[in-house]
């Protein structure tokens, strides 16, 4: 990456680890230890007498941004588009050189959640254990002038010698280990109603995290001997990702620690509740990723102001860590003192919270229609990952053996997206995604959701 590259998206670095709620097979009463992710209480009375996760995994992206060109990649390119970011030749963006203060939004998550499970220890009790890679990384209304000039690392002399101003970015973004433990339990049961609820706590290992916020720059770009700020602002922290560069164990990877929990309620409604193919519809309510991080160890948080500074021959600055960004920010802004803009050791990351509303209907035999909303809270002031809101619909077929499942979703973080996807599970393997057409390469790829794992589960043997 060329240095004008680093100087202006330096604070806006990716994290190499980068969850979403699978509505393919969350929902599905065969879900297992991944249902308790969407609602702890799912697990209480479920039927499965016990679930073991193998491995599991699910990445979501999308922006309005930066795209594949329609046939630039062949269908599941995976290689091609690595190849196209390291080559930089396979990418093209929605860039509006008429409105370049129009504003654009990216969403990127991911979930790894390994060996796991479930077990019912009777018909009204149920305890879980997960152990998850997790990530999330948004950035909210990016003017379209700071996004290409990033793209293009400042070389288009088309923009110089232009003053542009941006007073709306933000970023955050963070990656953690967690490790949950998992409670649901059948509160009442009339033989007809049904209540139940359940906890999640967790222990939470950071691994990387960044964040921009208070943004307000006004810049220009002279020429490559010069790009100069006047009346500008901004906060940013992040952890020292030079740090991952001789990881000799899994120490290393710990940047800071905290605690977190989800809580749930499910309300059954069946004509025997007794039999549990025959429930006639749930609805269920959660609270999710209730907690934070705070990151103490190589870790670090910014503060930039200045009147008016010249970077000058900036194309001739050497900037190959983040400690050399920080520094010669900090010289810029502050007219050659290199350490004037650390203001802090460390920062709290909130966790991803969101408030979670699920209603599964039984159609028929068989037949499931499941509706699901997601809505994601915000960081106000401070730092946090963010849940891109989802509505979703999704009709489904379920047996034991086989299920498949169509769900239909909007997504907004920033923007909305339309989505439809497909899921399948065939005993004990499952994959889909809620979005995964994107990777077909019949048109522009600018997002794509998938996931894909293997569980093992023991149904149980219920009143018939």
């Known amino acids: 990456m060329s240095k004008a590259g680093m100087l202006l998206i330096g604070m806006l670095l990716p994290l190499w680890m980068l969850g979403q709620y699978n509505m393919g097979v969350g929902n599905s009463n065969y879900a297992g230890i991944q249902g308790a992710l969407i609602n702890p209480a799912g697990l209480a009375g479920s039927k499965l007498r016990w679930d073991l996760n193998g491995l599991s995994m699910g990445v979501l992206f999308d922006n309005n941004f930066v795209y594949v060109p329609k046939g630039a990649v062949p269908a599941f390119g995976f290689r091609a588009i690595i190849e196209g970011i390291i080559h930089e030749d396979k990418f093209a963006t929605h860039f509006d050189r008429g409105n370049p203060n129009k504003l654009y939004n990216f969403t990127f998550s991911n979930e790894i959640l390994g060996p796991s499970f479930q077990l019912a220890l009777d018909d009204q009790q149920t305890i879980g254990l997960t152990i998850a890679s997790r990530s999330y990384v948004s950035i909210r209304d990016l003017p379209g002038h700071t996004a290409q000039n990033a793209y293009d690392y400042l070389l288009t002399p088309s923009r110089w010698h232009i003053p542009y101003s941006d007073h709306s970015s933000r970023l955050n973004g963070m990656s953690w280990l967690e490790y949950g433990f998992h409670y649901a339990a059948v509160l009442s049961d009339d033989g007809t109603n049904k209540w139940k609820g359940g906890i999640t706590l967790k222990y939470l290992q950071g691994v990387a995290a960044a964040y921009v916020k208070n943004t307000n720059l006004n810049y220009t770009i002279a020429d490559t001997t010069g790009l100069v700020f006047t009346g500008s602002s901004v906060d940013y922290g992040r952890t020292d990702y030079d740090s991952y560069r001789k990881i000799n164990g899994y120490g290393d990877l710990n940047h800071g620690g905290g605690v977190g929990a989800s809580l749930g309620i499910v309300y059954v409604h069946a004509t025997d509740t007794r039999k549990e193919d025959d429930y006639q519809y749930r609805i269920g309510l959660s609270l999710l990723d209730i907690g934070a991080i705070h990151f103490s160890r190589n870790t670090a ?164």
Request: proline residues 4%.
């Open 301 to 464: 948080a910014y503060h930039l102001q200045t009147g008016n500074a010249n970077f000058s021959d900036w194309r001739q600055v050497t900037l190959k860590s983040n400690v050399a960004i920080d520094r010669t920010l900090s010289a810029v802004f502050y007219q050659g003192d290199s350490s004037r803009s650390k203001v802090s050791d460390g920062f709290t990351m909130r966790m991803p919270t969101t408030l979670s509303l699920q209603a599964d209907w039984k159609v028929r035999d068989n037949y499931f229609l499941n509706a699901t909303i997601v809505k994601g809270i915000g960081p106000g002031h401070g730092q946090a990952a963010v849940q891109p809101d989802i509505y979703a619909i999704t009709p489904r077929y379920e047996k034991r053996e086989w299920e498949v499942s169509l769900p239909l979703s909007l997504v907004y973080y920033g923007q909305w997206r339309a989505r439809l996807g497909i899921a399948a599970r065939v005993w004990y393997f499952f994959f889909g995604g809620d979005a995964p057409f994107g990777l077909l390469g019949r048109s522009n790829m600018q997002g794509v959701d998938f996931y894909a794992g293997v569980h093992f589960f023991l149904p149980t043997t219920k009143t018939k």
